[in-house]
C-alpha cells in the first residue's frame, strides 16, 4: 500500500517561506516520480514541481525561482521549499507519486498515488 503524507502547511505572511514535508516509505522515494500539486479554492489544480528518480527537478513557471524540491533518505522525506510566497499560492498543496508514465509538470495527473493535502495560506 502506498501511502503519502503532507505536512507543514501553515498561514504566513506575503514574502515569507514554508517548506513542506511529504512522508513516503524509502522505496518509493528512490524508485518512484515524485511530485507536488496544488489545488485553491474553486480553481483548477496545477502542477507545481516533480523530480524523477534521478533527482531531476522540473518546476511549474508561476514557482521558478521560489519553490524548489528536495529528498532527505535519512527522513524518508520529500520537500517543497517554498520562499517569496505571494498570496496566489494559497491552496492546498498535495504530494504524488508513481512509477509508471513520464514524470513531468504536465504528467502529474496521471500519478496515481496521492496525499490527503496540507493547506497553505498566504495573507497579504
Known amino acids: 500500500q502506498v501511502q503519502l503524507v503532507e505536512s507543514g502547511g501553515g498561514s504566513v505572511q506575503a514574502g515569507g517561506s514554508l517548506r513542506l514535508a511529504c512522508t513516503v516509505s524509502?522505496?518509493?522515494?528512490?524508485?518512484?516520480?515524485m511530485a507536488w500539486f496544488r489545488q485553491a479554492p474553486e480553481k483548477e489544480r496545477e502542477g507545481v514541481a516533480v523530480?524523477?528518480?534521478?533527482?531531476?527537478?522540473n518546476f511549474a513557471d508561476f514557482v521558478k525561482g521560489r519553490f524548489t524540491v528536495s529528498k532527505d533518505n535519512a527522513k524518508n522525506a520529500l520537500y517543497l521549499q517554498m520562499n517569496d510566497l505571494k498570496p496566489e499560492d494559497t491552496a492546498s498543496y498535495y504530494c504524488?507519486?508513481?512509477?509508471?508514465?513520464?514524470?513531468?509538470?504536465?504528467?502529474?495527473?496521471?500519478?496515481?498515488?496521492r496525499g490527503k493535502g496540507t493547506l497553505v495560506t498566504i495573507s497579504s
Open positions: 504524488a507519486a508513481d512509477w509508471r508514465g513520464s514524470c513531468t509538470i504536465d504528467s502529474i495527473f496521471a500519478l496515481n498515488y
Open positions: 524509502s522505496y518509493i522515494l528512490n524508485n518512484y516520480c
Open positions: 523530480i524523477d528518480r534521478s533527482g531531476r527537478t
